[in-house]
């Protein structure tokens, strides 16, 4: 079957740095993307790798490694809007996207 | 409009009772997409739509129907509702160029 992990929840301080892990086994890769969602709105697109390697925009950045099935979502400078579930979704073979259940981050001041 | 728009906001349903959820883009995109958001859960998509014209079946199709007249509008009905319909539904599109999918701002609905 084809499985998205990421942890559930995670907690850390304004201004520090955070990593959010995301391992998949999927029928097929052809990309990877992570979304933010703020409680009570819609997913909004943060980044896309489909090649291994780092992708950095601005404060985020996002690896992946295609041999590992692994990615991370790294936040730098944390801020409390940063406050948000994490979502990371694969595109499968049949290029349609299979969804982690979301890391639910806490900022704390 | 801009973007995607999705109506209702909020619904509570009785059991057995009919439903359409509307959903329209002004970004031309071809793609449409429905899912459903339960807590605990990824997005679990219900139906597709590559282009105006043809739908097909996601993850989680049964009770769920769609129809696709157009490129704007996805609607997507519910026939019969039960409880275990009771979800946060959104639609998205995607552009053809990166696939990247965008999100309307979602109907929460409760069957009881």
């Known amino acids: 079957g084809q499985n998205i992990d990421q942890p559930t929840e995670m907690t850390a301080t304004e201004g520090a740095i955070v990593q959010i892990n995301c391992t998949y086994q999927t029928s097929g890769f052809n990309g990877l993307f992570w979304y933010q969602q703020h409680a009570g709105e819609a997913p909004t697109f943060l980044s896309y790798?489909?090649l291994d390697g780092l992708e950095e925009k601005g404060r985020f950045s996002s690896f992946l490694s295609r041999s590992k099935g692994y990615s991370y979502l790294l936040l730098k400078e944390l801020q409390m809007k940063d406050s948000a579930s994490y979502l990371c979704a694969v595109r499968d073979s049949n290029y349609q996207l299979i969804w982690g259940a979301g890391t639910k981050l806490i900022i704390k001041p | 409009i801009a973007g995607i728009t999705q109506a209702p906001t909020s619904q509570i349903l009785a059991a057995g009772r009919r439903m359409t959820l509307r959903c329209t883009q002004d970004?031309?995109?071809?793609?449409m997409y429905w899912y459903r958001q339960d807590l605990g859960l990824g997005l679990r998509l219900i139906h597709y739509s590559n282009t105006a014209g043809t739908t097909g079946k996601g993850e989680v199709p049964d009770g769920y129907s769609v129809s696709r007249a157009n490129t704007d509008d996805f609607p997507l009905t519910l026939a019969s509702a039960v409880p275990s319909q009771t979800s946060v539904y959104f639609c998205?599109?995607?552009?053809?160029?990166?696939?990247?999918?965008?999100f309307g701002p979602g109907t929460r609905l409760t069957v009881l």
């Open positions: 998205a599109s995607s552009d053809s160029d990166t696939d990247t999918q965008y």
């Open positions: 970004m031309r995109h071809n793609a």
């Open positions: 790798n489909v």
